[in-house]
């Protein structure tokens, strides 16, 4: 009679560690994404709303999101 061994994942190789931790790329902004200046809020500070025409949506951003935006550059590395 046979036994039924519990079944386990091929061990994978651990990958090459050189001291250093690697940083993830920031993926590109898609270029059909529009942004618009949009109302004031009652403290007010600025916002802006973020048209999707994929989803045919708008999101409405504060200033620090609008900072994060413009400050985006493709292919740039991640701060951990």
Not at 36 to 40: D, K, L, R, S, V
């Given at each position: 009679m046979a036994v039924n061994q519990p079944q386990t994942a091929p061990e994978t190789p651990a990958?090459?560690?050189t001291g250093?931790?690697?940083v993830p790329d920031i993926p590109r902004l898609r270029q059909d994404i529009k942004l618009?200046?949009?109302?004031?809020h009652r403290d007010?500070?600025?916002s802006w709303?973020?048209?999707d025409p994929i989803?045919?949506?708008f999101f409405e951003i504060?200033?620090?999101e609008f900072e994060l935006l413009v400050r985006w550059?493709?292919?740039a590395k991640v701060d951990g």
């Open positions: 990958p090459h560690v250093v931790q690697q618009f200046p949009g109302p004031q007010g500070s600025p709303r973020i048209l989803r045919n949506r504060v200033w620090r550059a493709a292919g």
